[in-house]
């Protein structure tokens, strides 16, 4: 008579094999090729589409090294390796941008850029929402022009 009992190798190991861990958004982004494509086509796309001319026109180099910048600072804060701060100290991104009126406008031609970005790089879905909200956090935390009742006093910088 055949056995229809228990397996010989048991169904749940006994050492749990250990898991991965998760994916950081650089990984997922395809590490330091996938943020340095990320970011040559969100420039690209400032200095190409007519769309972006105001934003473009806020910049004041378009040089290699504009890019370089975003590229070192997003390398750390999607979970690679820090690339900004040992070049530059702390990233205190709102303060750096105080040289720039930044009001909903300008957060708005910013995330309009990098939401077709967003949309014309290769990357899984759920990544892309992820990313596109951190973006959008991101971008309005940036706003330091005072604009009918919407922004808090201590925020003020361009009058
Ligand atoms: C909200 C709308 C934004 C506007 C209008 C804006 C505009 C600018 C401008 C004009 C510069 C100077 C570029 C140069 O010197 O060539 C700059 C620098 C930079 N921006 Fe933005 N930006 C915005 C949002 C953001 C966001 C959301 C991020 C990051 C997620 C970001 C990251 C950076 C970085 C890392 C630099 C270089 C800072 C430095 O070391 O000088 N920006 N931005």
Redesign the pocket.
């Known amino acids: 008579m055949t056995s229809v009992s228990a397996p010989v190798v048991p169904v749940v190991p006994e050492t749990p094999t250990p898991q991965p861990a998760a994916a950081t958004p650089y990984q997922r982004l395809g590490g330091e090729q996938g943020v340095r494509a990320l970011v040559d086509h969100f420039y690209d796309l400032m200095e190409l589409e007519p769309r972006y001319a105001d934003?473009r026109a806020?910049?004041?180099?378009?040089?290699a090294?504009?890019r370089d910048?975003?590229f070192?600072?997003?390398s750390g804060?999607l979970g690679g390796p820090d690339l900004?701060s040992p070049r530059?100290g702390h990233?205190r991104?709102r303060m750096?941008?105080f040289?720039?009126a930044?009001g909903t406008k300008?957060?708005d031609?910013?995330?309009a850029c990098?939401v077709q970005t967003l949309d014309e790089v290769e990357m899984d879905a759920d990544l892309r929402r992820q990313l596109h909200e951190?973006?959008a956090g991101?971008?309005?935390?940036?706003?330091n022009k005072a604009e009918q009742g919407n922004m808090p006093a201590g925020n003020v910088v361009h009058a």
């Open positions: 934003l806020m910049h004041p180099t378009h040089s090294e504009t910048k975003l070192w600072f997003l804060w900004y530059f990233p991104l750096r941008h040289p720039y930044i300008e957060r031609d910013w995330m990098m951190a973006f991101t971008a309005d935390w940036m706003r």
